[in-house]
């Protein structure tokens, strides 16, 4: 089973507590990009329509835009994605391009233009931390299970940031941490920031855990945030720690950056280190 990314997370959600019972047409639902660029990398970004849990066995292939014209402005200079047939993404269809990686202090427009609708949305690199250490700490009554602890260099007092991961042969691409999104003022020096799984961050959760598993190795990133960005995350971390079900807080309690539509767009500074859980 694929994970669910935030974009499926809003197609899921945004209809399902609508009090109408009509049925409104493709065009006429929301578009919910979810889209990013970091420092040194290509941007992804996908597009697709809302849709109603209320209509029964949906196929949310269907809901996915692959035929709008998405471009991203670095200052005067556009640059125009390509779509792209991805199984890595719960979407399996991504727009980028291989001409644009991000860069350290430059703010980048997205505009996403599709037959119905025309959305946009700006976000800023920051400056990075960096990983200055990871240590896998074992968990106290449950066998074979980690977690993380995550220390860091040049973190701003005023800047905001959160971790991602990726852990080899669960998934091909970066999730968000379970409660990963902090300023640099709740950062202790001494203590670092505790890392574990968020539950999206596997290709099969049918056996999830929140831990980390011995012999596991586990990519993880941290990335600097612009103000919008992190609203977004945080709320969706304050979603996840105070309701029991996500799945019905989630549409209302996340705030967008995407003018006239749903979702984000995200420019991050990022740092990456590695760490094998030891056997």
């Known amino acids: 089973m694929k994970p669910l990314s935030l974009i499926s997370l809003f197609l899921i959600l945004l209809l399902a507590s609508c009090e109408s019972v009509s049925e409104p047409q493709l065009d006429t639902r929301p578009l919910v990009v979810e889209g990013w660029i970091e420092t040194g990398a290509n941007p992804i970004v996908t ?4 849709l109603d849990l209320k209509e029964g066995s949906v196929n949310i292939g ?5 035929w709008c014209r998405v471009s991203i402005y670095d200052g005067d200079k556009r640059y125009l994605l390509t779509g792209k047939i991805n199984n890595d993404y719960p ?4 727009y980028t391009s291989s001409q644009l990686r991000g860069q350290r202090g430059h703010s980048y427009r997205l505009l996403v233009e599709s037959e119905s609708d025309t959305v946009e949305a700006v976000s800023t690199i920051m400056p990075a931390a960096s990983i200055s250490s990871l240590k896998a700490e074992k968990v106290e009554g449950v066998e074979g299970a ?5 220390f860091l260099n040049n973190i701003d007092p ?8 990726r852990v080899d042969g669960r998934s091909k ?5 379970l409660m990963g999104t902090f300023t640099g003022r709740d950062y202790d020096d001494t203590k670092g920031h505790t890392v574990s799984l968020a539950l999206n961050a596997s290709d099969n959760n049918d056996n999830f855990t929140h831990y980390f598993h011995a012999g596991e190795k586990v990519y993880v990133k941290i990335y600097s945030l612009d103000r919008p960005v992190y609203d977004f995350w945080k709320s969706y971390d304050n979603s996840v720690l105070m309701s029991g079900n996500l799945f019905f807080t989630f549409a209302d309690n996340c705030p967008t950056n995407i003018d006239g539509g ?5 420019a991050y500074g990022s ?8 056997r």
């Open 158 to 165: 005023d800047g905001m940031y959160k971790v991602f991961v």
């Open 146 to 150: 980690y977690t993380l602890k995550l």
């Open 173 to 177: 691409i970066f999730h968000g941490s």
């Open 62 to 66: 269907d809901y996915v835009e692959k």
């Open 271 to 278: 740092s990456l280190s590695i760490i094998n859980i030891p």
């Open 262 to 266: 749903l979702g984000y767009w995200a």
């Open 91 to 94: 979407t399996s269809f991504i």
């Open 47 to 50: 597009v697709a329509h809302a």
